[in-house]
């Protein structure tokens, strides 16, 4: 996939923090200053396989308050607001979630083939030649049962399957139950511990023995996965509650240190008497009954799929993704494919992980998109953008270059050891005025070195004041008059015939954005490899092999801020009567940023 050039990329924190480095400086206190030397004097490598986890845009990143640091995705942790239906916007409570899974329990349903959202249908027409003065003509207009579940997409319907509702609400208990209904012709599960289910169970056996000497007649169904599930938890829980109150000290009794059961038990063990000798506690068994939850496989169904397979073909089987859909296990065939209710969905908050701030929170409401609380770098870091000196300018300097067509040669191709300059413009979010200084290597990392120099390290970026406060202003108008004067010059080698870049001097500077210049020299790729036959099969003059988008120019250049800004406290009126004696503090920042420029030519 083609880039578009030129983007900028800022680096989060937390890859320098997740290496195993540190560990070893904190066991050895000695060897520390001599390595943190070393780690300052490393330059960040956007092209390192750590750098493809820390490097985003700033528009996916958040800004910790606390930390005054930038926040990834692998820096927060996540919290449920809410849970919600996507189809019917219904919020559902966490109680109800873990009872009755994450599903929607209401009448919304996916279609089992396409996954799409499924419609209530009637089977009979709604009556016809009624007006709308009738009393009753809403409710004589509503079409009676049965009803059947339809999909839009792709015409699947209930009927399909035989399974119809005799309401129009309620589906879910519908459907539960007609899904029971053959386990209910023979008795369900829970069913089998009555007299009647003894004797049904006689009967099932039976059927059973017959079916493995004949191999004719198929096992009875034995009821749903629900059930099984629900009679097998009953039966180990009355088993671990039986061996809790026989054995106190067993893993299933209570081992609160502060419950005066503990107390009891931790004195009588401490105390002077002997210690009684206790039974062996008895071992839980596994479940041998119909009515405990067990599950006899049939040793016909392998039989009986592969000639279902011959009849109905491969169009008749269910897919891998369809039968991992499906709640049960023994589903095999489109016919067994049942209606799938439609998952929940949640809202999330999002916190910092080593201050626990809350970064981002959302309304609660499932209806509105809007967040009490949002904390993104770009209303706390300055944004960077990088735009060729020679093209044309936007309506406002701080805003980057137009996006050209992939593959074009105007601003994304670069020519090899051909001097060309760039504007680098720094846009202060904040409402206090920065000092920025910058730092990139001399020659940029990987195995195209381009030489990279920074005319102006230095330089100050004003306040993000109010906007009136730029058409008031002179500079303003010294700075459009230097605009006109670039426009109407030419270029020559990378540089304007009118206009020459100074070293040490800002290029243009607005009411929050300062624009300085940048000298790019491009390395010059091997004479062997062009941009088409980069690859693992290209090979140079060398004999080295470039890798993908090794012929994109990446300059990563280091960012410090200082600044100060009125000191703040969270203890209320204390913190407000001192902010007249605290004044203003000093605060620094600094992070990386990777610069893409474009792509040298071959």
Known sequence: ?????????????????????????????????????????????????????????????????????????????????????????????????????????????????????????????????????????????????????????????????????????????????????????????????????????????GRASVASVEDTAPLPIQGDTETLFTNLYNFYRAQLSELSDANPYS??????????????????????????????PKPIREAAEFSEGQKVSNPLSEKENIDRIRSVGWEGTASVEQRLQQCREDVGFVDELRPLATLLRTKKSKRCKICRQILSRPESKVSTNRYKIKLLALNNIPKITMRSLNAQPAQHPSFPMQATAPGS???????????????????????????????TPSTTPGCVKSKVTILCPQFDVGANTDVWDEALSSATDRSSKRQSQMLSAGPDGGSLTGIQAEAGKVWERGRNWTSIVVEVAPGSLPDSIGHVTLGDDAQGDGGAALDEDEDVLEIPIFVRLEYETEAGGDDGGAAHARKEDAGKEKREEAFWAVLGVGRIAG
């Open 1 to 205: 996939m083609a880039q578009v050039f030129p983007y900028t990329y800022y680096s989060c924190p937390c890859v320098e923090s997740s290496s195993t480095k540190p560990n070893a400086v904190q066991s050895a206190p000695q060897e520390a200053a001599p390595f943190l030397e070393d780690e300052e004097e490393n330059t960040f490598d956007p092209r390192s396989p750590r750098a493809n986890f820390s490097l985003y845009p700033i528009e996916h990143l958040l800004y910790c308050t606390d930390c005054h640091q930038i926040r990834c995705p692998r820096c927060m942790v996540e919290e449920v607001v809410c849970w919600y239906c996507p189809n019917c916007l219904f919020e559902v409570p966490s109680s109800t979630v873990r009872s009755d899974g994450n599903r929607c329990t209401r009448n919304c349903y996916n279609c089992p083939i396409c996954t799409s959202i499924l419609s209530i249908s009637s089977l009979e027409k709604p009556t016809e030649g009624l007006t709308p003065n009738d009393a009753a003509s809403d409710a004589a207009k509503a079409p009676g049962g049965p009803y059947f579940l339809s999909c839009p997409f792709c015409q699947w319907s209930s009927l399909e399957i035989g399974i119809q509702f005799e309401k129009h609400f309620n589906l879910t208990s519908q459907l539960q139950k007609i899904i029971r209904g053959d386990t209910h012709r023979l008795g369900s599960v829970t069913d089998l511990a009555s007299p009647r289910g003894e004797e049904m169970e006689g009967e099932i056996q």
């Open 251 to 280: 893993l299933s009794s209570d081992y609160s240190f502060a419950s005066p059961s503990s107390i009891t038990r931790l004195m009588n063990l401490y105390g002077s008497g002997g210690r009684t000798k206790k039974d062996r």
């Open 409 to 439: 040669d105007e601003a994304s191709t670069l020519k090899p050891l051909v001097p060309t300059h760039f504007l680098l413009t720094i846009t202060n979010p904040l409402f206090d005025s920065i000092k920025v200084t910058l730092a």
